[in-house]
Structures are given as C-alpha cells and as structure tokens.
C-alpha cells in the first residue's frame, strides 16, 4: 500500500487562489460594481482573495466611490489613468506602460492568477507575466467586443485597428491558461481564430449572473405601490425596458410593439428605465404620442422593484455578428423578477434561455411577427400572468442566478489553480 504522503502527493491539492482583476473601464461602465463585486464577494467565501487595479480616465470623485463599493466586498483597489489622445494611440501606449503596475501588483500582492479582462488589459499583462511563469493568466474574453466595433461603431473590418486589436485578442487565447466567454458559439468563433493546438478545454461559459435575492418578484403591495408612485394603475399592462438606448437595442421596433400593444390594450404603459433620459425622450417624442411612457433614471439598487411593477420585459437587440457572443444582463434581471421577456433570436444563447413558457424569441423585428408578438402578449401572457411569472423565476434561477454563475468562475479558477 502506498505510504499516506505519497497518496497526499498524487491528488490536486486546491489552492485558495490570490486573485489580481485587471479591467479597463470608461466614467460611463459600471460594471465592475454592478456585475463583477458581487461574484468576487461569492468567491471569497471559497477562499480567493481579490484585488482590482482598473485603468480608467473616470473623474477622481468615481474612482473614489469605486474603492469605497470594492473595499466594501473585500477586495483592494488601486486605479491608473488612461491616456486618451489621441484616442486608439494613447490606449495602446498605456497597455504597454501599464505592464510596470500589473507585474508590481502581482509581486506585491504575492498574486496565482491574473484575470484580464478584455484585449487590451490581457495584452498588459501578458507583458507583465513574461518572467512570472508560475502567474497564470485567465482572460476574461468579454463577448467580440472589437467586432462590435465593426458592427456598430462604424469601424471598417479591414482598419488596422481592428486588426491589431483581433490580432491581441486571438494572441491572449493562446497564451491564457483558461479563457472565460458569455455563449458557447463565443467559444467556437475564439477557438477557430487561435488556430490550431489551441485546446477547447481552456474554455469555460459564464453568465451574467444576479443575486437571487435582490431580483425577485414583487409581492403584491409592493407591486401596486411602485405603479401608484408612476400614476399607473393596477390593472394596466406594463412594458418595461432597463438599458441604454443606443441603436443596437432596437429602440423604434420597440415603440412600434408598445403602439401595436396600445391598439389591442389602450391602457398599456411602457417604462423606460435608462441612464440617457434625455436621449430616450427624443427617441420617444419622434416616434409615438409621450402619454402612457415613463422615462426614468433609476438607480441600481431600484431597478428590481420597478421590474417587478411590469408584465413584460422588453429585450430586444440588433442581431449581427458580434451578438452571437453577449449575454445581455437585462434578460437576466426580467427573468429573475419574474418578467416574461419578448426578446431576438440569435443573441448568444438566448434561444435556449428563453422557453416559450417563460417569453417569446422573435426570428425577425417585422412588423408581422411584432403584430404576432402583440397578440400574443394581450392574449396569453396577460390571462395566465401567475403563470408566467412562476416560469420566467425558475427560468431566471436556472440560467441566471448569481450561484450559478459563481460556480461556473469557480470551476475555471480551481483548474488553473491546482498545484501539487
């Protein structure tokens, strides 16, 4: 029989991992507080210890509130300006610089994993990481987001911009020991572009997920006091839309679905919950008669009970390329406080995510399948709202809840964190 240290040798031991995140983050992306803090906080109840050090060209007042919400979940922080002019030299001239700061924070946080979030700060600290071979490296590869460009920013495929960044995107697959992405065709679109000897095992799908606890239905007094607070009465249909209102989200196929709901239901409302009113009100005065639309700014911690005074969440988005890798936060949230959601077909894995019993996926935003969706919602989901509301929570708990999610960041850290 083997002796007991030998056995202790042949089995992985698990290591609580020393964890750096490195992101790169404008004044207007919260992102790191509203998304990633609370899967950090989950995480260190495993062990792993956090540190951020963001790269940002945020106001010092942001920066400071920032540290304050990762303090808060236990994580340190430390902040690096961006250079912003010109615009794609200045960023690109700060990856390189900023591999200093990385390979110090790792040294002096005795950090085992990097985890990068997106290109550019993959990039830093693939630089940083070339004499720490025992650091591994796991890229968060953030959806296509350079592709996204090209879809909708008005970049040209064959720019050099693009190229480069597609360039360091696909030299970060190859080089990470574990690569995080939102959908599973995000992995085979990564893979292909690494080329060959790149190993499908290096890819873990995470999801966007939300505290359970904090995205819930609403009781019934609570529901009828956020609509009496908007004028709204109890019995009136409500669509509700939570995002920005950029083109990709498909904001006049939007309005026309809440004036085909107003046609068959004239008591409908539609909530705008956006951090661009001002932006939402043009779109909306252009567009259809402003009685029955509310727009507000909410704050994070508002928005679930504004959801829930809603009976339907409004998830659409521009197909195109880029999106076949995103998992859209908003669908998540609807679903976990118990919205039934009209959502796009062919948005990461929305399709799989988004059963008829808890919503319905549209194949093309033409005015007959939103005319379709429209009787659908006055006909189906406003009779059997219970209903709906029940499936659209297991539907949001089984694709989106925050332990979920924690567990799937788990099981890419605890790979690569193994030693013996």
């Not at 106001?59 to 919400?69: G, I, V």
């Not at 951090?275 to 727009?295: L, M, N």
């Not at 009970?305 to 999106?323: E, I, K, N, Q, W």
């Amino acid at each position: 029989m083997d002796p007991e240290w030998l056995l202790a040798w042949r089995e992985p031991v698990l290591k609580r991992a020393n964890i750096l995140f490195v992101t790169w983050d404008g004044p207007q992306v919260s992102y790191l507080e509203s998304l990633f803090l609370p899967i950090f906080k989950e995480l260190a109840k495993l062990g792993h210890a956090f540190h951020v050090l963001q790269f940002t060209w945020g106001a010092a007042e942001q920066r400071a509130a920032t540290k304050t919400a990762c303090e808060a979940s236990g994580c340190t922080y430390r902040s690096v300006p961006v250079l912003r002019r010109p615009v794609a030299a200045g960023s690109l001239v700060t990856a390189v610089l900023a591999s200093r700061q990385v390979r110090q924070a790792i040294v002096e946080g005795g950090i085992d994993i990097v985890l990068a979030r997106s290109t550019l700060p993959a990039f830093t600290s693939r630089l940083a990481l070339r004499h720490l071979p025992a650091v591994r490296l796991l890229f968060d590869a953030d959806g296509l987001p350079h592709d996204e460009r090209v879809d909708f920013g008005g970049w040209k495929p064959d720019g050099i911009a693009y190229r480069m960044l597609r360039d360091l995107e696909a030299s970060a697959v190859r080089r990470a020991d574990a690569v995080l992405t939102r959908s599973r065709k995000a992995v085979e679109i990564l893979l292909a572009r690494a080329g060959a000897g790149t190993s499908a095992g290096k890819f873990y799908v995470v999801g966007n997920g939300r505290d359970a606890e904090v995205f819930h239905p609403a009781a019934g007094p609570a529901r009828a006091q956020v609509r009496r607070e908007l004028g709204i009465s109890d019995t009136a249909a409500v669509l509700v839309y939570a995002g920005s209102m950029g083109d990709q989200y498909c904001v006049p196929e939007m309005l026309e679905f809440f004036q085909l709901v107003r046609h068959r239901r004239a008591d409908v409302q539609l909530l705008l919950l956006t951090g661009s009113p001002q932006e939402a009100a043009r779109r909306v005065g252009d567009a259809v008669d402003q009685s029955g639309v509310h727009i507000l700014r909410a704050a994070g911690g508002d928005v679930p009970r504004y959801l829930g005074a809603g009976d339907l969440g409004l998830a659409l988005r521009r197909p195109s390329f880029s999106m076949q890798a995103v998992a859209p936060v908003k669908l998540g949230e609807y679903l976990l406080c118990g919205l039934p959601v009209l959502a796009t077909r062919a948005i990461g894995d929305s399709d799989e995510q988004v059963s008829q019993q808890a919503g319905r996926s549209l194949a093309t935003m033409s005015s007959t399948e939103l005319e379709a969706a429209a009787d659908w919602f006055v006909d189906e989901v406003l009779q059997d709202r219970a209903g709906f509301g029940a499936r659209s929570r297991q539907a949001g708990l089984r694709h989106f809840s925050l332990a979920s999610t924690v567990d799937a960041y788990a099981g890419a850290i605890e790979a690569i964190a193994v030693s013996r």
